[in-house]
């Protein structure tokens, strides 16, 4: 399966959420394949710090900031792996294009603030072009950041935003605001393992592979 993390809102967890699904399969013994599409390298570093420092499963990476070398990379190599995981960046960009036409999945977290709210309908946009070239593209809104406190609430508001949206499914499970995504990023881990253990976010991050695979 080819599922592409994109939003041309940018900081709103792409990276985060493309690096642990990655992990996250290859864990349960998938081969996947990380492609970092956007300039700033984000997910290649979060990936090399993580060789370097010789954990394993180790994940196959590659950054393809430039549309055409990514759709001609994916065609070739697709056979080759379970899962494809791009990282596109945050902008509208020939590798977010590229990677929409070759993507079963788009996967866009968004964050519970208006401006985020209001991204989804440019990104939308870019969906239906995709859509007439690529049938049957899903399309995934994914509340990421939400707030641990206020449980409920944000999650309807959400979905409620997202139902404005016509192009976007809502995923009912949001990933929340924990600062163990933030620090498993950094040393190239994803949350399920990175100690302290924190149990939400490994609940939650499964819970949401569950609904994708
Ligand atoms: N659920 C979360 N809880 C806490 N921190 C998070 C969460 N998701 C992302 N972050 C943090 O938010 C920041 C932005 O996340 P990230 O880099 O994944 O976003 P992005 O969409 O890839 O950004 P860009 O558009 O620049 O590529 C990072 O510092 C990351 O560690
Ligand atoms: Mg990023």
């Known amino acids: 399966?080819?599922?592409?993390?994109?939003?041309?809102?940018?900081?709103?967890?792409?990276?985060?959420?493309a690096v642990n699904i990655a992990i996250a399969r290859a864990i349960?013994?998938?081969?996947?394949?990380?492609?970092?599409?956007?300039?700033?390298?984000?997910?290649?570093?979060?990936?090399?710090i993580r060789s370097e420092s010789g954990v394993e499963p180790g994940i196959s990476c590659a950054s393809y900031p430039d549309g055409n070398t990514l759709r001609a990379q994916v065609k070739q190599q697709v056979g080759k792996f379970d899962d494809i995981i791009i990282d596109a960046g945050g902008r509208d960009s020939t590798a977010l294009r590229a990677a929409?036409?070759?993507?079963?999945?788009?996967?866009?977290?968004?964050?519970?603030?208006?401006?985020?709210v209001w991204a989804l309908e440019d990104i939308?946009?870019?969906i239906d072009e995709a859509r007439?070239?690529?049938?049957?593209?899903?399309?995934?809104?994914?509340?990421?950041?939400?707030?641990?406190g206020t449980k409920s609430?944000?999650?309807?508001?959400?979905?409620?935003?997202?139902a404005d949206v016509p192009q976007f499914e809502y995923l009912p499970t949001p990933l929340?605001?924990?600062?163990?995504?933030?620090?498993?990023?950094?040393?190239?881990l994803s949350v399920l393992e990175y100690k302290p253990r924190d149990n939400k976010a490994n609940d939650e991050l499964k819970a949401l592979i569950s609904i994708l695979f």
């Open 1 to 17: 399966m080819i599922i592409t993390v994109g939003n041309t809102k940018g900081g709103v967890g792409k990276t985060t959420i």
């Open 176 to 188: 929340r605001r924990r600062k163990a995504y933030s620090n498993a990023a950094g040393q190239g």
């Open 132 to 148: 007439s070239v690529r049938d049957g593209l899903k399309a995934y809104a994914v509340l990421n950041c939400a707030d641990p």
């Open 28 to 48: 349960i013994g998938k081969d996947v394949w990380l492609i970092d599409g956007d300039r700033q390298h984000t997910a290649q570093t979060a990936i090399s």
């Open 124 to 126: 939308a946009s870019l």
């Open 100 to 116: 929409l036409v070759l993507s079963d999945i788009i996967l866009v977290p968004f964050q519970p603030r208006s401006y985020d």
């Open 153 to 162: 609430t944000d999650n309807e508001e959400a979905a409620a935003a997202v």
